[in-house]
C-alpha cells in the first residue's frame, strides 16, 4: 500500500483561491490512480478529481469543473488540488486517496469505495 498525507488547508475567505498538496509515498505505484474527495460537515464523503499517476490522465466531478484542478508532480511525488473562487459550501474536511485502478473505472463509478489508501485529511474551511 502506499501512505499519503495532506496539507495546505486552511481558513479562506469566498472568492480566494487554495491549493492542496497530497504527498505519496510507498510501494511503487506508476499504475495508481491518486483521488481527492472531501467530506462536509454531517455529510457523506464526495468524490471531486482523480489523476493517473503514469499519464497524468484527470477525471472531474462535474460541481467542481472549472474551478478545481488537479495534477502531480511525479519528482516530488505528489498530487495537487488547486481550487478557485472558493465558496462557503467548500468548506469540508478533503482527503486524498489511492489505489491501483484505472482511471476509467474511476471514472465509470467515483466513489470512496474503490479506494483502499487514505490520508489523515485536511480541514478547509470558506467564509462568507
Known amino acids: 500500500q502506499v501512505q499519503l498525507g495532506e496539507s495546505g488547508g486552511g481558513l479562506v475567505q469566498a472568492g480566494d483561491s487554495l491549493t492542496l498538496s497530497c504527498a505519496v509515498s510507498g510501494r511503487p505505484f506508476s499504475t495508481y490512480t491518486v483521488a481527492w474527495f472531501r467530506q462536509p460537515p454531517g455529510k457523506e464523503r464526495q468524490f471531486l478529481a482523480a489523476?493517473?499517476?503514469?499519464?497524468?490522465?484527470?477525471y472531474y466531478v462535474d460541481s467542481v469543473k472549472g474551478r478545481f484542478t488537479i495534477s502531480r508532480d511525479n519528482a516530488k511525488n505528489a498530487v495537487f488540488l488547486q481550487m478557485d473562487s472558493l465558496k462557503p459550501e467548500d468548506t469540508a474536511a478533503y482527503y486524498c486517496a489511492a489505489d491501483n485502478a484505472d482511471l476509467r473505472a474511476v471514472a465509470s463509478a467515483p466513489t470512496w469505495r474503490l479506494f483502499r489508501s487514505w490520508g489523515q485529511g485536511t480541514q478547509v474551511t470558506v467564509s462568507s
Open positions: 489523476i493517473s499517476w503514469n499519464a497524468g490522465n484527470t
